[in-house]
């Protein structure tokens, strides 16, 4: 157990639709950092952020945002989903805002159908 | 922008036999981090190396970044079917705020 949690574990839903993934890093942690994952590929930078500010960007879509809230929670809002968008969504956190080994939570599997 | 390259993307071991992957980077890296990934699992850092022709080991696991800080290997020794998994190098650029993962090196190991 890394200490990062992740809600949803799973999460299915229709094209067209927005769906929001939350994440909570582990005690002390400042930075939170999301991945995206497709099957069998490796994992894409989407976006860190570092106490509440955005610290990195990565490939991330237009149509998805995140934020860091100030109890340091974060959220993925996913938007206009399409069929491609299916994937595991992973959410680390690191104690520093860059250069750290980061630790990642179990993630979400979105499926767009 | 940076780029980082795992070779191979597969290595199927025999137990009991050694074997190595490899990690390149297109820039210069200020660290790079081992990962591993189980099946249906999520990521676990492994290692960070941070100096020039650093050399790291953990039991059976031989970590090493190159001279120049592009590339690195992980060589694992007397595989065991616990070492199934995906290995994973990732990269922190000199402005070290972003971490590059390469695609990752499955390795299946048969009994």
């Known amino acids: 157990d890394s200490g990062v949690t992740q809600t949803p574990k799973h999460l299915i839903t229709a094209t067209g639709q927005r769906v929001t993934l939350r994440c909570s890093p582990r005690s002390g942690d400042l930075s939170v950092y999301w991945y995206q994952q497709s099957l069998d590929q490796g994992l894409q930078f989407l976006i860190q952020?570092?106490?509440?500010?955005?610290?990195a960007k990565g490939n991330i879509l237009e149509r998805f945002s995140a934020q860091q809230f100030p109890d340091l929670h974060s959220e993925l809002n996913l938007s206009s989903l399409e069929l491609g968008d299916s994937a595991l969504y992973f959410c680390?956190?690191?104690?520093?805002?860059?250069?750290?080994?980061?630790?990642f939570g179990p993630g979400t599997r979105l499926t767009v159908t | 922008g940076q780029q980082v390259m795992q070779i191979p993307q597969y290595q199927h071991v025999q137990e009991g036999e050694d074997f190595t992957t490899y990690c390149n980077s297109s820039t210069t890296l200020s660290n790079i981090q081992w990962y591993k990934q189980r099946p249906g699992g999520h990521p676990v850092f492994l290692i960070q190396?941070?100096?020039?022709?650093e050399v790291k080991k953990q039991k059976r696991l031989t970590f090493q970044f190159g001279e120049a800080k592009k590339n690195s290997s992980l060589h694992i020794t007397a595989t065991q079917t616990t070492d199934v998994g995906t290995y994973f190098c990732a990269g922190y650029g000199a402005a070290g705020n972003k971490l590059t993962f390469g695609g990752g090196t499955r390795v299946l190991v048969k009994p």
């Open positions: 680390a956190s690191s104690a520093i805002q860059g250069g750290g080994e980061q630790y």
């Open positions: 952020y570092y106490n509440g500010e955005e610290r």
């Open positions: 190396l941070v100096k020039s022709g």
